[in-house]
C-alpha cells in the first residue's frame, strides 16, 4: 500500500519542519515551493516550484493526496474549493481559512462566537477612524484586514490624519480593506495551540508566552511563568472554542493579550490574532513536547488519533535567529555546539537579511532562568553577536 501523501501549499521554514515528521510517520510530503532554492525544496524530495495563487500549480500538487493543507494563509477560498470539488479534502477548509486571512470576518465572527476581543470598527472613510478615536481614548491600531503580518499592515495613530494615506487607498481601491482596533494595555502576549481532527478530537498544548521585539516574535517560554490558574484555563478554554466555533482542524495558533485586573484579580485574555497552521509560538513542541505541532498537524489533516501533548520539561524556551552578521549561520554550530551541548539548532536555510527568521534554538531544563540564558546565548552566537564583541 503507498504511503498517504500529504500536499502542503507554501515552501517556508514550517513546510521544512513538516518533513521530519512526515518522514517519522511514513507519510509521502509533497510541497509548492516558491523557487527551487526556498527552505522547504532543500530538505523535500517532491517539490513542484509554483505559486500559490497559481490555480493549476495548486491543482496539480493535489492531485492523488490524501489530503492538501499549507504553512501559509494566502491561499484563494475559490482555489481551494476548486480542489474539494476535484476529490481532495482540504483542511482546514475554505470556510475557516477565511477567518484567518480577512480580520474583518475574523473579529465579527469571534464577536458571534462570544470571543472577548479588543473593541473594534471596520474603516470606510475618514470619520469612522476619528469617531473611533475618540471613543478608545485617542489612540488605535489600524490595520490592514488582509496581508499583514509580523509588524507588517499595522500603524498605531493618534489622529486620522496617521492613516490618511491607507485611508485614501482603501477609499480608491488601490489599498487594503481596513479595521481600527483599541490599543489595549496589556500586560504581555500569551499563545495557545490548538490541534483538532475531523473527527472532532481536540488537543491543546500549553499556554505559552510570546515575547515581541519589533513586532516579530523573538522569544517563547514554555509554559508561560506565572500564570493563574483561572488565567490559564480561561485561555485554553478559548482557543477550543475558536477551534470548534470556526470548524478548524489542523493545528490551530491562537495568539492573545493578557490584560491584568484593575482590583486585582485573575487577569483575563482578549484574542488578538489567529493562525490556522503550525506557528512560531509551538517551535518549542519540536523538543519540548511529547508531540511535536509538526507531527500533530499532519495527524490531524490526515484525521489520525491525536498526539500526547505533554511538556518534556519543566520549562523549554526558544529563542528566535533574527538577521545575523554571519553569511552562513553554519559557521556558528561548533561554538554553539560546544558551548551548550543541549541546546537544539534549527537552521531554516535561508539567506541571510537583516531581521529575517533565519533559525531557532530551543533549550529545556529546571530553572527558567538558565534555560533562557542559555537559548538566548545560542541564539546570540548564531547572530554573529558573540563573534563581533569578541572581534572588538
Not at 509551538?282 to 498526539?307: K, M, N, Y
Amino acid at each position: 500500500m503507498a504511503a498517504p501523501v500529504v500536499a502542503v501549499v507554501g515552501g517556508g521554514q514550517l513546510a521544512r519542519m513538516m518533513a521530519p515528521a512526515a518522514t517519522a510517520l511514513g507519510v509521502h510530503l509533497r510541497v509548492l515551493v516558491e523557487s527551487p532554492t526556498s527552505s522547504a525544496a532543500q530538505v523535500v524530495v517532491d517539490a513542484p516550484v509554483g505559486a500559490a495563487s497559481d490555480a493549476q500549480a495548486v491543482v496539480d500538487l493535489a492531485h492523488g493526496a490524501a489530503v492538501l493543507t499549507f504553512e501559509h494563509e494566502h491561499v484563494p477560498g475559490a482555489l481551494l474549493d476548486q480542489v474539494v470539488e476535484l476529490g481532495t479534502p482540504v483542511r482546514p477548509c475554505a470556510a475557516a481559512l477565511v477567518h484567518a486571512q480577512d480580520k474583518i470576518t475574523m473579529r465579527t465572527r469571534l464577536a458571534e462566537l462570544g470571543v472577548p476581543i479588543p473593541r473594534w470598527a471596520p474603516l470606510g472613510a475618514r470619520a469612522d477612524l476619528e469617531g473611533f478615536l475618540a471613543t478608545v481614548g485617542g489612540e488605535a491600531v489600524v490595520k490592514t484586514a488582509r496581508g499583514g503580518y509580523d509588524g507588517k499592515g499595522v500603524r498605531v495613530v493618534r489622529s486620522a490624519g496617521d492613516a490618511d494615506d491607507w485611508l485614501a487607498a482603501a477609499a480608491d481601491g488601490s489599498g487594503a480593506r481596513l479595521l481600527a482596533e483599541e490599543k489595549v494595555p496589556f500586560r504581555r502576549e500569551l499563545a495557545v495551540l490548538v490541534a483538532r481532527r475531523p473527527g472532532g478530537e481536540v488537543r491543546t498544548w500549553p499556554v505559552v508566552e510570546s515575547v515581541q521585539r519589533d513586532g516579530v516574535c523573538a522569544e517563547v517560554v514554555a509554559p508561560a511563568p506565572d500564570l493563574d490558574d483561572a488565567t490559564r484555563d480561561q485561555a485554553l478554554d478559548i482557543a477550543v472554542l475558536v477551534a470548534e466555533g470556526l470548524g478548524v482542524t489542523g493545528v490551530l495558533a491562537v495568539e492573545l493579550f493578557e490584560v491584568a485586573d484593575p482590583d486585582g484579580g485573575p487577569a483575563r485574555v482578549l484574542v488578538n490574532e489567529l493562525a490556522m497552521r503550525p506557528h512560531n509560538s509551538g517551535h518549542w513542541t519540536i523538543d519540548g513536547s511529547v508531540t511535536s505541532q509538526f507531527e500533530q498537524h499532519l495527524r490531524a489533516v490526515l484525521d489520525l488519533p491525536l498526539g500526547d501533548t505533554a511538556p518534556r520539561a519543566a520549562w523549554t524556551v526558544m529563542s528566535n535567529v533574527l538577521g545575523s552578521t554571519l553569511r552562513d549561520l553554519t559557521d556558528a554550530l561548533p561554538g554553539v555546539t560546544a558551548q551548550d551541548p543541549q541546546a537544539k539548532v534549527h537552521l531554516y536555510g535561508k539567506d541571510v537579511r537583516p531581521g529575517r527568521k533565519l533559525g531557532h534554538v530551543n533549550v529545556s531544563g529546571d530553572d527558567l532562568v538558565e534555560v533562557r540564558r542559555r537559548a538566548n546565548a545560542a541564539a546570540a552566537l548564531l547572530r554573529g553577536e558573540a563573534a563581533q564583541q569578541t572581534e572588538g
